[in-house]
């Protein structure tokens, strides 16, 4: 018995109608034949906070002799024409039996098997070596299978000309079952009744309509296709950079006048050369700038250049030096392609060009002028940043018990500080001070026998009447920190809070600390006190609204107490030992806003808990980030920046981002809007500089430049675009927009872009021979409908009703800084086979082949592992051999496996060694710790693994897979009749 069949066993089929007020036979009435847009769609239709009573009962009948009466819990997944039709429920099969029933119940079905449907319009102009998706959807006799579904059969790639191509895998055909064929206009009741006897299907892993999950286009085919094109190569990022790997392929890149995709990672590498191209294509135009990214370990260093010795940049935009600046008058000027202005260059810096407008004699000595990335070393300096470290000491933190293992902890990791400090790394100056309804400062100064405590009262007003040895080289303080660590647990209880303390009272002690010191620094909190819900939200935005936008809006108190971190350089780090949800007291806002992370935990008491607690706070005072960041952002002179999205507070211009702090993964979204038309022959220009100061405060500035070709065809702009890069551009602007219009909305917008988007490629790319049931996708953007499906039903976007309004708060601020590879990783997670492992064991397991994210994919014999950047879950069948168990688990009986949190026993068997292996080689690509999750099959704990089986119909209500992609299609059809 397949998992499939086993999630089922529990199930009941749902009977939808009349229990959301659809009557059991549709009205009769015209049908419009070409429906507005706001109907086509999979978005609900009812308000944000309405939930219906059968969310769980998802089941319904696979006999094709039954009439399916069925809807998504978030709403209506619509049918083209059928929500024109009074109250009808929108997504009413008729069932057909034969081919005669069929021709008579629909005008517009062919009444000959060589008659075919009229295909679409003439295409504009059409170019050869266009590649698209061939996906057949035709007509075929339905009584030749018995009454059952069709058989599917295989299709190619074809080029604009309809001729089938060698260069990409053949894609499969599908086939819809008869009641779906002809027109999608046609609207037709049936008048067969529900066989009770029938066996139910699951409703996750197949498709209502009868489409095969696994002859639709695979992500996973996608991602393997183009790491094998990619293996062992290196990506040559040259002058108009051509497409790159995928970024969830790990390729070398070398710098050859082009920035890393890494680090600018472009929407199309074919930019339309003007703005109705790109409106005709319905997909963004923009950049995805990961400024801080760190360098694969097979390439050379980033090249470093002393801040009087570089030629300097644009004097009128801005910009700086790099190779696309255009060379004149044999060196003496050079034209900027981001203003459009001739600069002189001064006589210090002047030397000759080889030509007249050739490039410069000294071109491969200087990296500013040969490289797309290098950095710059000013000679100025500021402040050293600092490590301040607040702990709460309030009543009910000492009642707590966790006081001496967070003691323990910190004590641990300075140490292990101090003893790297002593072999040659910069020292860090170190802060500490506690709080309760008060705050206790520390002189840690080494000229005293003792640390001194000093207790400001006036919280409301804080002003430090001393400052030596408020921050203090940790090398000097570390026996007085001791001392102190050692004491906080055996605090007594003066101070008792009824009303819980604020994280603002030491988020502002700590600003005051690096105000009054003039230097940035991470200001790690340990809370445990319940919230004060009143100073950090208003409460009236989580609970009893009709706006969800709401939720997602901090306070402006919290906004301009993160503005003023941000300004010092202050990365404010949280971790909350006593998760709780008070109301709206979310306690992440600042963290967040502020280049920091929030940690929240179970009141530590399990080992698992407390593991996790030291690996997150090791990880966060050893990464490296950028302080006092500013972030600009320069495009050619025809070209604007239109919008900026991620995890920042927004400034007063799109091209222009501060941030208290910036890691390797932190990554930004870049909308870009035509002025005028850009000169082909020109091409177009793309630079990010982020000014920056490190941790012992030197100033630096890293300059990366992206040059783009750029074409009037809207094919050649259709060939340069990837499904990845869209997702994560599509993710971090409806993340951000989420605080400014519905979710209903956004996910209704979404899926219209991508329908005009599918319908503009149909129209003006495909060849006139391309049928109406053939699927037509541009072939990089195979698995786009896969991504955009997993990010309308995300947890962000359609909530469930086991999901918190913390955890929906949580998630968006967590995929928001992330870079394109975690965000594609997020929602098409990586489903790796384990026991297998053992086998082929020369190639890495995360490179052995993931499978696809759908139920079918799991074996009851099998062990899986669900890897995304901020999940790790381990799947065991229930049939999984004794022997397998005995290796990994140390246990022959599934019962006995404890579910949930866990830990692997360290066992010396080879599969044992292999799991622990992976799972540690995955942990050190993510950004912060992961807890492992064991999901036992059957466990009611197993609706947390379907939530990442993307490929299915998701628990809170979310289409599947297949369903979404038929409903592109058909929608994208309509747009063209």
């Given amino acids: 018995m397949t998992y499939t069949q086993m999630a089922n066993q529990s199930q009941t089929p749902c009977q939808w109608t009349g229990q959301n007020g659809w009557p059991a036979v549709s009205p009769s009435g015209p049908h419009n034949p070409m429906p507005s847009l706001q109907h086509l769609n999979l978005g609900s239709q009812y308000p944000e906070h309405q939930q219906w009573t059968n969310q769980t009962n998802m089941g319904f009948s696979s006999n094709v002799n039954h009439t399916v009466h069925h809807t998504d819990t978030n709403g209506p997944l619509s049918i ?65 299978y018995g009454g059952q579904y069709p058989q599917h059969h295989h299709g190619n790639l074809m080029d604009s000309s309809g001729s089938p191509t060698g260069t990409v895998q053949p894609q499969p055909q599908c086939v819809l079952p008869p009641q779906l064929r002809g027109t999608t206009d046609t609207f037709v009741p049936s008048a067969v009744t529900l066989d009770k006897n029938s066996t139910p299907q699951s409703p996750t892993s197949e498709s209502r309509y009868g489409l095969d999950p696994e002859l639709l286009p695979s992500a996973v085919k996608v991602m393997a296709e183009d790491r094998a094109e990619w293996e062992n190569k290196v990506f040559v990022s040259e002058f108009f950079s051509a497409l790159p790997p995928l970024p969830t392929t790990s390729c070398p890149v070398e710098d050859k006048g082009n920035t890393s995709p890494s680090v600018i990672r472009s929407t199309t590498y074919c930019v339309p050369c003007d703005g109705q191209t790109v409106l005709l294509s319905r997909l963004p135009l923009g950049a995805l700038v990961t400024p801080f990214a760190e360098r694969n370990d097979k390439e050379m260093p980033l090249p470093v250049c002393q801040e009087p010795e570089c030629v300097v940049g644009c004097k009128y935009c801005g910009a700086s030096m790099c190779p696309a600046m255009n060379w004149q008058d044999c060196g003496q000027r050079f034209y900027c392609p981001f203003c459009g202005k001739l600069s002189e260059v001064p006589w210090q810096q002047y030397q000759p060009t080889k030509g007249v407008a050739g490039p410069r004699a000294d071109k491969d000595r200087r990296p500013e002028l040969s490289m797309g990335s290098y950095e710059i070393v000013h000679s100025q300096r500021a402040e050293a940043a600092a490590l301040l470290l607040a702990i709460d000491v309030s009543a009910s933190a000492l009642r707590g018990g966790h006081l001496e293992f967070v003691s323990q902890q910190i004590h641990m990791l300075l140490n292990s500080l101090n003893r790297e400090n002593g072999d040659g790394v910069s020292d860090v100056r170190v802060g500490l001070m506690t709080y309760d309804s008060r705050i206790h400062l520390y002189n840690l100064s080494p000229a005293l026998t003792r640390p001194h405590m000093l207790v400001l009262t006036d919280t409301d007003d804080l002003q430090l009447p001393v400052r030596d040895g408020l921050l203090v080289s940790l090398r000097d303080c570390i026996d007085s920190i001791d001392s102190v660590l050692q004491l906080i647990p055996k605090f007594t209880e003066e101070c008792n809070v009824p009303g819980g303390v604020s994280v603002k009272l030491p988020v502002t002690a700590g600003l005051t600390v690096l105000q009054a010191l003039d230097c940035p620094g991470k200001l790690l909190i340990f809370h445990s006190a319940s919230l004060v819900e009143t100073e950090l939200t208003n409460t009236s935005g989580f609970f009893g609204s009709y706006k969800p936008k709401s939720i997602f809006q901090p306070s402006e108190p919290v906004v301009s107490l993160a503005k003023e971190c941000i300004h010092q350089g202050c990365s404010v780090h949280l971790f909350f030992l006593s ?30 808990d407390r593991e996790h607690f030291s690996a997150d706070l090791k990880k966060t005072v050893e990464t490296d980030v950028a302080y006092r960041a500013k972030l600009r952002i320069f495009v050619s002179k025809d070209l604007r920046v239109s919008g900026c999205y991620g995890l920042f507070v927004p400034g007063t211009s799109p091209a222009q981002v501060t941030m208290a702090a910036l890691d ?28 920056y100061s490190t941790q012992t405060g030197e100033r630096r500035t890293r300059v990366h430049t992206l040059t783009l070709r750029c074409s009037p065809h809207l094919q050649e702009v259709f060939r340069h675009f990837q499904a990845q890069t869209l997702l994560a551009f599509y993710c971090k602007k409806m993340y951000c927009t989420v605080m400014e219009r519905p979710l209903q909305e956004l996910r209704e917008e979404l899926q219209t872009e991508v329908t005009e988007a599918l319908a503009s490629y149909r129209k003006h790319c495909s060849s006139a021979a391309v049928s109406t049931g053939q699927l037509v996708l541009p072939q990089y953007l195979r698995a786009l409908p896969v991504y955009v499906n997993s990010l309308r039903k995300s947890e962000v976007l359609l909530p469930g009703m086991r999901t918190s309004v913390h955890q929906r708060l949580q998630l968006r601020c967590q995929v928001l800084g992330m870079d394109a590879c975690g965000t594609a990783t997020h929602f098409y997670p990586q489903l790796l086979c384990l026991h297998t492992l053992t086998e082929n064991s020369n190639t890495p397991p995360e490179l052995r082949g993931a499978l696809r994210c759908t139920a079918v994919s799991l074996e009851p014999r099998g062990l899986y592992l669900i890897h995304t950047p901020l999940t790790l879950l381990l799947w065991v069948g229930n049939q999984v051999p004794a022997n397998t168990l005995a290796e990994v688990f140390n246990t022959s009986y599934v019962p006995s496996l404890p579910s949930g949190e866990t830990k692997l026993p360290d066992l ?70």
């Fill in 80 to 144: 083209p024409g059928v929500n024109k039709v009074g109250n009808a429920p929108p997504c009413f099969l008729p069932v057909v039996t034969t081919e005669t029933q069929l021709q008579q119940m629909s005008p517009h079905y062919p009444k000959r098997p060589d008659q075919a449907i009229p295909p679409p319009p003439q295409p504009l102009y059409s170019q050869q070596g266009s590649l698209h998706g061939n996906l057949q959807i035709t007509p075929q006799s339905f009584e030749n």
């Fill in 579 to 608: 998760q709780q949800d008070v109301g709206g007291a979310w306690p992440g806002y600042i963290p967040y806003l502020t280049g920091g992370v929030l940690h929240t935990y179970s009141h530590l008491q399990g080992d698992l």
């Fill in 664 to 691: 390797h993964w932190t990554t930004v979204a870049v909308e870009i809007a035509h002025t005028r038309s850009l000169d082909e022959t020109r091409g177009a220009a793309i630079q990010a500089v982020l000014s």
């Fill in 908 to 977: 010396d068997s080879p599969l044992s060694i292999s799991i622990r292996s992976l799972i540690n080689t995955l942990n050190c690509q993510v950004s912060r710790a992961r807890k492992l999750w064991v999901v036992k099959q059957g466990d009611t704990c197993e609706e947390v693994m379907q939530r990442h089986l993307v490929e299915d119909k998701s628990p809170n209500g979310g289409a599947s897979y297949a369903d979404f992609l038929y409903h592109l299609h058909v929608n994208s059809v309509r747009l063209l009749q």
